[in-house]
């Protein structure tokens, strides 16, 4: 694993993968946190990757009519001919490679471009699994689907939202009063009633079913 700190090596290691051989690239792109030139960058990759013969998927956030640079950076990548799905909520920032490349956001819980490089079959295919799991359930671009029965209770549903708005468990402590254990075992709980891996999944499938 090696850490990449703020936009500018994020960018310059989106741009380092055009000079890769690369047959697929899986790209999760929630609101943020990057700046415009990561965008911008993953972007001139998608159109690159896709002339060359690549598959590109890519997951965005159904509403970004308030950030006009994401919906920009959305719709040009979606113009080089990646595959778009959509979900009301992502809570991670990844971009993978194949099988043995990936990029990730290094605290899902911190604002800033901060990210992690992995390399490994083992490391990346976790990844590619969780990406490919997310993929297979948000379906094709469009409305979402109508929200299924919520099953909560007052303090999973809380906990969703403040991880959904990108809170740490030390955050969504602080908020609500309850301990960092019972927030982690909250969290955990819900996890495994949805049959998630990890809270990026979780996250995806809830607003998904639209719970939060």
């Given at each position: 694993?090696?850490?990449?700190?703020?936009?500018?090596?994020?960018?310059?290691?989106?741009?380092?993968?055009?000079?890769?051989?690369?047959?697929?690239?899986?790209?999760?792109?929630?609101?943020?946190?990057?700046?415009?030139?990561?965008?911008?960058?993953?972007?001139?990759?998608?159109?690159?990757?896709?002339?060359?013969?690549?598959?590109?998927?890519?997951?965005?956030?159904t509403d970004a009519s308030r950030d006009r640079a994401y919906a920009?950076?959305?719709?040009?990548?979606?113009?080089?001919?990646?595959?778009?799905?959509?979900?009301?909520?992502?809570?991670?920032?990844?971009?993978?490679?194949?099988?043995?490349?990936?990029?990730?956001?290094?605290?899902?819980?911190?604002?800033?471009?901060?990210?992690?490089?992995?390399?490994?079959?083992?490391?990346?295919?976790?990844?590619?699994?969780?990406?490919?799991?997310?993929?297979?359930?948000?379906?094709?671009?469009?409305?979402?689907?109508?929200?299924?029965?919520?099953?909560?209770?007052?303090?999973?549903?809380?906990?969703?939202?403040?991880?959904?708005?990108?809170?740490?468990?030390?955050?969504?402590?602080?908020?609500?009063?309850?301990?960092?254990?019972?927030?982690?075992?909250?969290?955990?709980?819900?996890?495994?009633?949805?049959?998630?891996?990890?809270?990026?999944?979780?996250?995806?499938?809830?607003?998904?079913?639209?719970?939060?």
């Amino acid at each position: 694993m090696q850490p990449l700190t703020g936009s500018e090596a994020l960018v310059t290691l989106l741009d380092a993968l055009r000079r890769r051989t690369v047959r697929e690239l899986r790209l999760a792109l929630p609101g943020k946190p990057y700046d415009r030139g990561v965008l911008q960058q993953a972007a001139q990759l998608s159109a690159e990757l896709v002339r060359r013969g690549a598959q590109v998927r890519v997951l965005h956030v159904t509403d970004a009519s308030r950030d006009r640079a994401y919906a920009e950076g959305t719709r040009r990548i979606a113009a080089s001919g990646a595959r778009m799905r959509e979900l009301p909520y992502l809570p991670v920032w990844m971009a993978v490679a194949d099988r043995d490349f990936a990029i990730v956001q290094s605290d899902p819980g911190l604002e800033g471009a901060d990210a992690t490089l992995l390399r490994g079959r083992t490391l990346v295919g976790v990844h590619r699994a969780l990406f490919d799991q997310v993929w297979a359930r948000s379906g094709g671009s469009g409305p979402a689907a109508p929200a299924e029965r919520e099953p909560l209770d007052e303090r999973e549903r809380e906990a969703l939202v403040l991880l959904a708005e990108g809170l740490t468990d030390e955050g969504i402590s602080r908020r609500t009063g309850l301990s960092v254990r019972t927030i982690r075992r909250t969290i955990a709980g819900v996890m495994t009633r949805m049959g998630a891996q990890s809270r990026f999944q979780a996250g995806a499938e809830a607003a998904r079913r639209q719970w939060i």
